[in-house]
Structure formats: C-alpha cells, structure tokens
Nanobody, 115 residues
Framework: QVQLVESGGGLAQPGGSLRLSCAAS????????MGWYRQAPGSQRDLVAV???????NYGDSMKGRFTISRDNAKNTVFLQMDSLEPEDTAVYYC?????????WGQGTQVTVSS
C-alpha cells in the first residue's frame, strides 16, 4: 500500500501563490506518474497537472501558464507551484499517483483564494 500526504494548502489572495507538496510513502516499487486533481463544491474532480517518470507533463486548460508541476524522484514527492491564483482555483486539491499496479489518492488539501 502507498500513502500520499499533501501539504501546503491554505488561503491566498487573488494573484498570489501557493506551493503544494505530496509525499508518497509505504510499500513502493515503481511510480509511473504523480499528479494533482481538484474538486470544488458541487463539481467533478478535474485534472490539474500530472508528471510522468521522465518529466513529461500535462495540465488542465485553465492551469496552463499559471501552475507548474515538478517532482523529486528520490523522495517520491511531487510539487505544484500555483501562481496567479484566481478565486476559481478554490477547491480541495488531491494528490494522485500510479504506483506499481494501483492508483492512490491523498486525503486532499484545501486551497482557498479570496480577498
């Protein structure tokens, strides 16, 4: 089993920045990708960004140019640098990974963008 622990969420002003991190621990063999999804109240869980084992990335449309995903393979950790935050970015952000043959989710971290 793999556990994912997110951190870095909180309150930011519009136009501000936050940096999220997610560390994977437990019985880990190979991590194929790590990424972030988010879910606002009353809406579906949407892709934020993913990064695979060789550094290729994919972003949701509204995040392109504002968010940057990166990873530290040695520490099994993924980061999400969020810049130019907008109120519409308010959501619970969930870490996700495919490790070995299974998919895992973190418990989520709240991001609130408000004046």
């Amino acid at each position: 089993q793999v556990q994912l622990v997110e951190s870095g969420g909180g309150l930011a002003q519009p136009g501000g920045s936050l940096r999220l991190s997610c560390a994977a621990s437990g019985s880990i063999g190979k991590i194929y990708f790590m990424g972030w999804y988010r879910q606002a109240p009353g809406s579906q869980r949407d892709l934020v960004a993913v990064i695979n084992s060789v550094g290729n990335t994919n972003y949701g449309d509204s995040m392109k140019g504002r968010f940057t995903i990166s990873r530290d393979n040695a520490k099994n950790t993924v980061f999400l640098q969020m810049d130019s935050l907008e109120p519409e970015d308010t959501a619970v952000y969930y870490c996700n990974t495919r490790a070995d043959e299974s998919y895992y989710w973190g418990q989520g971290t709240q991001v609130t963008v408000s004046s």
